[in-house]
């Protein structure tokens, strides 16, 4: 595996890594994010965004233009996988979002993509703006800094980058992770010298 395996998680930001060549270091919230990404838009392009039903659905009061900004724009909505259904002139219930989301923070998110919507507007700017939208999914839904993971997680996280396309860089454009060769990090310590 060109990655190598995990070995120790660094400050809760970081997966040290072993490979043939040396040591890798991965930014795993940077790493994921782009893994979701990818995901995201691959489902999004097949019309299968895989959607997850919340056991109970979220209340989020929002501000009239927000509440316009949701109804002119209710079929993006779903088709990004989420239900929302307005209970009052201020108050929807989001029923459903996409699965990668079921753990984020749903109003959080919501005001979010309604802040990119109100932006970019409802015609088809929308659609070169997707892109946006789904970035702004994937962050909310990757793994956190500071959550622990197990080696088998950091493991699989490491083969679904491998397995990703561009995942050597996050969705703004920053490294996901570094390879240090063993010679440099001898030539650190004089090793051979």
Known sequence: HPLGYAIAQLHGIYILAQNQRGMIVV???????????ERMKAALDKDSLPTQPLLVPVSLRLSMDEIKCLENNNNYFS??????????????????VPEMLASADVPELMRDILSDLAEHGRSTRIEDHIDGILGTMACHGS???NRRL???????????????ERSDQCNHGRPTWIQLDIADIDKWFMRGQ
């Open 79 to 96: 088709k990004l996988g989420f239900e929302v259904q307005q209970l009052s002139e201020d108050t929807v219930a989001v029923r459903q």
């Open 143 to 145: 793994v956190r800094a």
């Open 27 to 37: 930014d795993m919230h940077a790493a994921h994010e782009r893994i979701s990404y």
């Open 150 to 164: 197990t080696h088998d997680e950091m493991n699989a996280l490491l083969r679904d980058m491998e397995a990703t």
